[in-house]
Nanobody
């Protein structure tokens, strides 16, 4: 069974950094693209960034350009989202997505 487990969320001040992790199991990790979505309070879920099976970044959200970096570690079956220069508007539940499955999400709160 496909399972995606996010971790790394928390409270951070504006300008700070966090790294999220998504541990995947139940499928051939290296054969599939992985993506990070987020959903802010009262807003629709949006696609933030993805990464192909070959490790090529697909950056979809202009709002995070230059601040967020996605990477994958095939040996650990894990995708990461490095978030720098965080802004209050980055506050959201962040979800990992792959093979038509969602993780449960991890909450990132950017506030002073």
């Amino acid at each position: 069974q496909v399972q995606l487990v996010e971790s790394g969320g928390g409270l951070v001040q504006p300008g700070g950094s966090l790294t999220l992790s998504c541990a995947a199991s139940g499928f051939t990790f290296s054969n599939f693209a992985m993506s990070w979505y987020r959903q802010a309070p009262g807003e629709e879920r949006e696609l933030v960034v993805g990464i192909t099976s070959l490790g090529v970044t697909m950056l979809y959200a202009d709002s995070v350009k230059g601040r967020f970096t996605i990477s994958r570690d095939k040996a650990k079956n894990t995708v990461y989202l490095q978030m720098n220069s965080l802004k209050p508007e980055d506050t959201a539940v962040y979800y990992c997505y792959a093979m038509d499955h969602w993780g449960k999400g991890t909450l990132v709160t950017v506030s002073s």
